[in-house]
Structures are given as C-alpha cells and as structure tokens.
C-alpha cells in the first residue's frame, strides 16, 4: 500500500514526516523529530545532535531564509502598525522615531531564533539535509 502525501505519492521509500509538529518543535526550540532536546546550543547555533533521541542536527542550514521571513512579518506588522498610528495621532518625527526603531529591532531579534527553529523543523520534515 503507498502512502500518500499531500495528494501524490510519498516515493522515497522514507517514512513521512509530520511537517506541522516538526515545524512546530523548531520554533519552540526543540528537537524537531522527539520534542523533548534542545535544537539550539546558543542563540542561533544549532545543536551536533539532540540530546535525548540523538537525531543529527549538524547537516541543517537555514542560511538567509530566516532573515527573509523575518523581515516581511516585521516589516507587516510595524508598517501596519505605524499607518494606524499616523492616521489616529498627531506624533512628531521624533517621536514616531522613538517608539518604531526599537519595536522593530526588538520584534526582529525575537523572531530570530523560533522562524530559524521552524526552518529548521522543515528541513527535518522533508529530509533536505545540507
């Protein structure tokens, strides 16, 4: 019996992977296959291996897309954001300024690591190892 996957046939002859879960794990910071290891061993560093199912992490690299995903949700939300504010006050420049410029580099430096997290849970899901 052939298993399907998202309407085609899975034909690798590899089991399929919940991308979901996988992805899920990743950007909680856990080992995409078990859950329970840590998939980061610093801030955007990933672990050689899990810890506790010993699933190699060493060969998965998600390069620029992280930085690509993370600049349109933050670029989204503050423009959002700041279009609602501008049309709904009368705020200077300056003060425009002091509260959009940390917001986004405070929103970009915490999505950092769950979207490389995620990226990461696809790879695993997927089998696009390197």
């Known amino acids: 019996m052939e298993e399907q996957v998202f309407g085609g046939v899975h034909h690798t002859g590899r089991p399929a992977r919940p991308v979901w879960e996988a992805m899920k794990r990743g950007f909680l910071g856990r080992c995409p296959h078990c859950g329970e290891g840590k998939l980061f ?48 006050s009368t705020l200077s420049t300056w003060q425009h300024l002091a509260i959009w410029a940390p917001l986004t580099i405070i929103s970009s430096l915490a999505l950092l ?18």
């Not at 955007?44 to 998965?60: F, K, N, Y």
Request: hydrophobic share 45%.
């Open 41 to 88: 061993s610093s801030f955007l560093t990933a672990v050689e291996r899990c810890e506790h199912c010993g699933e190699d992490m060493h060969h998965h690299r998600a390069d620029d897309l992280r930085a690509y995903l993370v600049v349109v949700i933050v670029g989204h939300v503050i423009i959002g954001a700041f279009m609602g504010v501008e049309a709904t």
């Open 113 to 130: 690591r769950p979207i490389k997290g995620a990226v990461i849970g696809l790879q695993w899901a997927y089998y696009m190892h390197g």
